[in-house]
């Protein structure tokens, strides 16, 4: 029991108080528990959690994603073109969309690896590039993506369960598989201690160019989710999308130290803090204290991190 | 033994590598936009340019210190819209000279206070300068639109902002000198005085600053201070600048604000920078803007453009340090 508490006790919490939000969440919605208001709730967090996947996994190689949000722009303002149609034009599209933003990640990869540019001015510098690019695609909001497609993967399976679920559980599959190779061990390897992992011979440069790469296609599977939400595609929508993959991750558990990261954690941050508007909306609390309590929240998640002062027995862990 | 160390962490020269690459670069751009347009090396020209760049380059300032220290402050944003919103809500309060001219001096105490919280977040909880700064800045912009709304109650600056914002002293922008005040500042606290020195040594290795009994948490802290002080003071001299504070203000001048110290050659793991490549590098970013706008470069080519540079330049430093 200690064992499964030291391994999976920091996404527990996150995961306990994420149940918590949404049963409260419910209880106070006019409409209550049906397939309905689920479905709304879970595409309201669906792009955030898609983008925490993507910044977990380059938090784990000790390393920070900046450009996130700007290539989850530029993948929305490139299916807005792409994306609509007949279904084969519709696949190509999506096709298309998520090599895009593959693309972009490997090219921070690359300038992370072989540039040797600290990962938080590299990606700040690439996603200046991004945002330009997304400008370019689409100047102005505008666009059109498939309505019957964009209804499927906003609606439900079989009217059992919220498509958005599966999009969300399916990224977290996708991620496990690729932990168990090689090159996604030397992930986490190349986190916890760089020089062995690459002494012992272990793909560091591979696996930290692959970190980027997936966090690239996480987020272009987030661009093309708000597209399906909005129809549309917007170049202005990147900054505020990475502060808030960030602070999912940290609400999520994971430490920015590296090594070590949990995606399911994450993922329960992101919809923590949909959540949370939710709430503020339902409880007919001023709007304009959204951002307050957001931030109270962030502030009291990290606040919890330094509680571990409190068990160290020698001065010198304090800076670890 | 402690010469040699002297000699090391402080150059002869003022002028090191990055920021001779700077300078390159800003001839470099002078060169192209005085090709296309001749009044591009017009004194008043380039006083203009200075005086836009100057918000940066105070900004640009603070961040050094955090910066050198290895920690990053991700508050400037809405520390400098807090700084100008409470500023001119006092000047609002009462026009009155001797009470509106105080909205500065609490500007700035809400400066200290945010650099306060953060300091003690990062030195004394051991929180993540990047995250703790993260979420301060979320409080400080949830506390600021939930009692002003998405515009400031009263937004005029007082007398003494817009004197300093677009007021001009023997010729010269008062902002401008605003600037060179606060770069002699952070000069001479860096060089001369055993605090610089302490940021020097705690950026480079916090433990051992901590077992040779530095004061490493007050450093921290102090510098934390200094931030909030740089980025409120900023805000207000925009306030000034602009004839009104406004939300958002502050949000062009993070990321352009940590580009400059890194273009300067500063590096984001501390413990190794000059002040005077942060100044060239204030400057590089102000003209490239400037230079991509009278050749009318939409914006998107701009964004592009700043992030090319910042590639290359900082990509060009950890070769060098790599080879040597």
Known sequence: MNVFLARHGRPLISITILVLLFTYFISIHPRGLTLGVVTAWSNQGTALALLAVGQTIVVMS????????????????????????TPAEIALGVVAVVLVGTACGTLNGLVVVFGRLQAIIATLATGAIFSGLALIVRPIPGGSIDAAFADVMTWTVADTIPAAFLVIAGSALIWYPIRKTR??????????????????????????????????FFASLGGLYIGFQTLSGDPSIGLSYTLNSIAAVVIGGTALTGG????????????????????????????????????????????????????????????? | MSDVSVTKARPKLPVDGPTLANILAILALLVIGGLQYPQFFSPTYLAQQLQTGAFLGIVSAGAMLVILLGHIDLSVPWTMTAGATVATA?????????ISETGLLAGLLVGATIGLVNGIGVAILRIPSMIWTLATNNVILGVLVYFSGYYA????????????????TAGLPNILIAWAVVSLVVLFVLRRTTYGRNIYMVGTSEV???????????????????????????????????????????????????????LGGTSLFGGRGNYSGTVAGAILITLLASVLSIMQAPEALKQIAYGVVIIV??????????RS
Not at chain 1, 193 to 198: D, K, P, Q, S, V
Request: contains cysteine; aromatic residues 10%.
């Open chain 2, 208 to 262: 051992t600053a901590y077992l040779t009994r530095l004061p490493a948490r007050g450093v921290i802290v102090a510098s934390f201070v200094f931030a909030g002080l740089c980025s409120a003071f900023a805000g207000m001299l925009l306030a000034g600048y602009a004839g009104q504070s406004y939300q958002r203000m502050g949000d062009p001048y993070l990321l352009p604000g940590i580009a400059a110290v890194v």
């Open chain 1, 183 to 216: 090159t996604g061990r030397t992930i986490v390897a190349a986190g916890s201690l760089e020089n062995a992992a690459y002494a012992s011979g272990l793909p560091v440069r591979r696996a930290k160019v692959l970190a980027y790469a997936l966090s690239g």
């Open chain 1, 62 to 85: 000790r390393g920070i994603d900046l450009s996130i949000g700007p290539i989850l722009a530029l993948s929305n303002c490139v299916a807005s073109h792409l994306v609509d149609g």
């Open chain 1, 260 to 320: 070590v990261g949990y995606v399911i954690g994450s993922i329960a941050g992101a919809l923590i803090l949909r959540t949370i508007g939710s709430l503020i909306f339902f409880n007919g609390i001023d709007p304009l204290a959204q951002p307050f309590f957001e931030g109270m929240v962030l502030l009291s998640a990290v606040a919890f991190g330094s509680l571990r002062l409190l068990r160290i027995t020698h001065r010198l862990e304090m800076f670890k």
């Open chain 2, 90 to 98: 006092v000047v609002g309060s009462d026009p009155q000279p001797w």
């Open chain 2, 313 to 322: 330049m900082v990509g060009f430093y950890s070769l060098r340090d790599t």
């Open chain 2, 153 to 168: 109650r009263a937004s005029q600056p007082s007398t003494l902002m817009t004197w300093f914002g677009t007021g001009r």
